[in-house]
């Protein structure tokens, strides 16, 4: 419950995000908190609440190549447009089928996907990542085939 101007108003969504740990507001503000038990409220303080704004995950990246090589493939890209809400963290690149990958802290943008059987086909995505999160996967690369 919060109270202020002298009443009192039930506080639930704001109670579920505490509880969840996912409390996020988009601007300071300031309002009475107080807590509730079986006896009774509490007197209402006021409280100072710091913000912080979501962070949207970034877009995905651009394939600009994927070379093969013995038992692995070389994947070059290029940043994705939309960064989203933060810095990019990290890249991810999975080989299909399999689900072989690699991954490099940014803003390196070329990894090298092993343990592959040469002769097969892959086709290869990139996702970025920042503090949100990773963001969708690029578009697939033409089937490539590691070599010997």
Request: aromatic fraction near 6%; charged fraction near 10%.
């Amino acid at each position: 419950m919060n109270k202020w101007g002298g009443t009192w108003r039930p506080w639930r969504w704001a109670a579920a995000c505490l509880a969840l740990g996912t409390l996020v507001v988009a601007a300071t503000t300031w309002n009475g908190l107080a807590a509730t038990n079986l006896i009774a409220p509490s007197n209402a303080d006021r409280v100072d609440l710091a913000v912080t704004p979501p962070i949207a995950p970034p877009g995905p990246p651009s394939i600009i190549s994927v070379t093969p090589a013995s038992r692995a493939l070389v994947v070059r890209w290029s940043p994705p447009t939309n960064i989203g809400g933060g810095p990019l963290i990290s890249y991810r690149a999975v080989a299909d089928p399999g689900g072989a990958w690699c991954e490099v802290a940014a803003p390196a943008t070329t990894c090298t996907i092993k343990g592959l059987n040469n002769g097969q086909r892959f086709t290869v995505t990139v996702r970025a990542a920042n503090a949100g999160g990773y963001g969708p996967a690029s578009t697939p690369s033409a089937p490539v085939q590691p070599r010997p």
